[in-house]
């Protein structure tokens, strides 16, 4: 093997001998393009701003150099991850634990739905780092448990979500509980780069290293994507045939919490080992929900955008969007929980007629033309798009030649 052709490893990207051993033992062995990107700005101390869908390795990008600083002694304070939902924040809390909890470094997270007496108590041993969503903090910090001044590194973690969300009031009330930007290393992570985050950036980052591993909007290249044109009433008989023709785990989004629990209530009369996850379920309701879909308890889970946030899991076989998102990018988010890490993995979305617009706001954001696949029975026409609309997609859909998927009797 010629050293062009090397397979990439986390030696020489500045981390030291005692995380490589822990990182390794966790066999993490090949680092992402994020990681292998975003890790030597970082341990050299720089700021950074990665651009990164979901589910490429971020939490590592930014842990490793955050717990190796701290361990050090490099950066002297704590550590603070700031991130949009629950989910998320437990899920990059254990994988910090797992990193760092060899060494020494204790965590603490704190997040909205779970006792803040035993959150009150975590903070009294002291942690390294603190993993959190901005509400729960807000409270901690205004209640006199904890104060933010002596934060030596701050990670905003998939930021454009936490705007999205209107979390903006309470990160700017952040950011003044902190030292200034030239006594704390910052980092961003983001799917996309809105107006929003560059003010961030310019206004509380200092010379940020931008690293970037795919254009915003970029859909994973292992995910096979396709389109069903169904009327609304024929939508659950359709994903019924779909989920037929797989025998792996499957994610299917719903716009709203009530239709995601009426979806859920359908999968189940139909036999299907299903459970739901939005922001009506209490956080031990969503982390169980979780949990039995990764062991394999649950093969179905029906969440929303903002729950989906926090679901880590591998191989997902297969992503049904039941309902298009109200935004355009959330379709690369979800359609990103399969083909992680090199896997293969299919999205299959179900739109009605009425919904051309948001089918080609989705194409024009990825770049290329959703392929529609035909029904024998549901399968319904997109109505014509007028010559003087037709944008970069022109106004024809092209034909692509797909394997059949259904009998036609």
């Known amino acids: 093997m010629t050293e062009s052709t090397k397979q990439p490893s986390f030696e020489g990207l500045g981390i030291n001998e005692t995380f490589l051993q ?26 950074v701003i990665g651009i990164a869908q979901t589910g490429t390795g971020k939490t590592l990008a930014f842990g490793v150099p955050m717990l190796q600083r701290l361990y050090g002694g490099e950066a002297k304070g704590i550590g603070l991850v700031l991130l949009p939902t629950r989910e998320l924040a437990l899920q990059v809390e254990e994988t910090l634990q797992k990193t760092g909890g060899p060494l020494g470094l204790r965590t603490a997270v704190l997040i909205g739905g779970e ?7 975590q903070l009294r041993k ?19 448990y904890i104060r933010l001044d002596k934060t030596a590194m701050l990670v905003l973690d998939e930021a454009d979500r936490m705007l999205d969300m209107g979390f903006a009031p309470q990160l700017n009330r952040i950011m003044h509980l902190l030292p200034p930007a030239s006594d704390r290393q910052t980092m961003l992570f983001s799917a996309t780069m809105p107006a929003d985050i560059v003010t ?4 509380h980052m200092r ?8 254009p915003e909007g970029t859909a994973a290249e292992t995910v096979e994507q396709e389109i069903y044109i169904v009327r609304k009433e024929d939508k659950v008989k359709l994903l019924a045939e779909i989920l037929e023709q797989y025998t792996g785990s499957v994610l299917v989004f719903s716009r709203t919490k009530h239709g995601a629990t009426k979806l859920c209530r359908h999968l189940l009369q139909m036999g299907h080992q299903a459970a739901e996850i939005h922001a009506n379920k209490s956080l031990a309701q969503r982390v169980r929900a979780l ?8 093969r179905i889970l029906v969440a929303t955008d903002i729950a989906a946030r926090g679901i880590d899991v591998k191989g997902i076989e297969l992503v049904v969007n039941f309902d298009l998102p109200d935004n355009s990018a959330d379709y690369v988010h979800r359609i990103g929980r399969t083909g992680r890490a090199g896997l293969a993995g299919r999205a299959i979305s179900l739109a009605m007629p009425d919904q051309r617009n948001d089918i080609r706001d989705i194409e024009r954001l990825i ?8 029904h024998p029975h549901l399968s319904v026409e997109l109505p014509a798009i007028p010559a003087a609309q037709r944008g970069i997609m022109g106004g024809r859909r092209r034909s692509y030649p797909r394997r059949p998927r259904f009998n036609r009797r």
């Open 115 to 121: 006792n803040m007496r035993r959150q009150v108590m």
């Open 126 to 144: 002291r942690p390294h780092v603190l993993v959190a969503t901005p509400g729960r903090l807000l409270d901690l910090v205004e209640q006199g």
């Open 367 to 374: 770049r290329k033309p959703l392929p529609v696949s035909k």
């Open 200 to 203: 961030i950036a310019n206004t």
């Open 22 to 47: 822990v990182l390794t033992k966790h066999r993490f062995v090949v680092p992402t393009p994020i990681q292998h990107k975003a890790i030597p700005v970082a341990v050299a101390g720089e700021d």
């Open 207 to 214: 010379t940020p290293v931008r690293v970037e591993v795919a």
């Open 291 to 298: 949990e039995g879909f990764k062991r394999g308890q649950y």
